[in-house]
Structure formats: C-alpha cells, structure tokens
C-alpha cells in the first residue's frame, strides 16, 4: 500500500507542495514525486546522493533548478 504524502520544496522564493509516495524495492525504496504533471522517480545511488530517472514517454524536460530544489529537499529529510 503507498500512501502519498506531501514535499514541501522552496523554489525561486515559493513554497511548493508537491505529491510523493514511496516505493519500497526490497531493501531499498523509490521516492515517486509528481513534478509539472509528470511522475518522476528519486532513488538513492551508491554514494548516497539522490538521483532523478525521468520514465516520462512525452520527454519534456523539468527545470534542473526545480530538481536541484527537490534534490536538495530530500537531502535535508
């Protein structure tokens, strides 16, 4: 059962509130987080960072700032 939550990003001055679920995979877990309409997935590489897999099929691209803001978010958690 994923329950989704709210992430509260600041971006350029706003505060956003953007829709997340998490996935867990195994041992580890996903971060699902709707982003300008689009579903993207945060997951944790090998050093620890997050990193951001774009699955979208319509290729429009997200402001690097605003990923850098989520990045930076979940980071913070």
């Given at each position: 059962?994923?329950?989704t939550i ?9 505060l956003?509130?953007l829709p997340l679920?998490i996935v867990p995979?195994?041992f580890t877990?996903?971060?699902?987080i709707?982003?300008e ?8 590489d090998d050093?620890g960072?997050y990193?951001?897999?774009?699955t ?12 850098a ?5 979940l980071?913070?958690?």
């Open positions: 059962m994923n329950e709210t992430l509260p990003v600041d971006y350029l001055g706003q956003l509130e679920s995979l195994g877990y996903q971060l699902h709707q982003v309409g689009k579903s993207l997935i945060f997951e944790k050093q960072d990193r951001v897999i774009d979208a099929t319509d290729k429009g691209s997200v402001d690097k700032g605003l990923l803001a989520i990045v930076d978010t980071q913070a958690l």
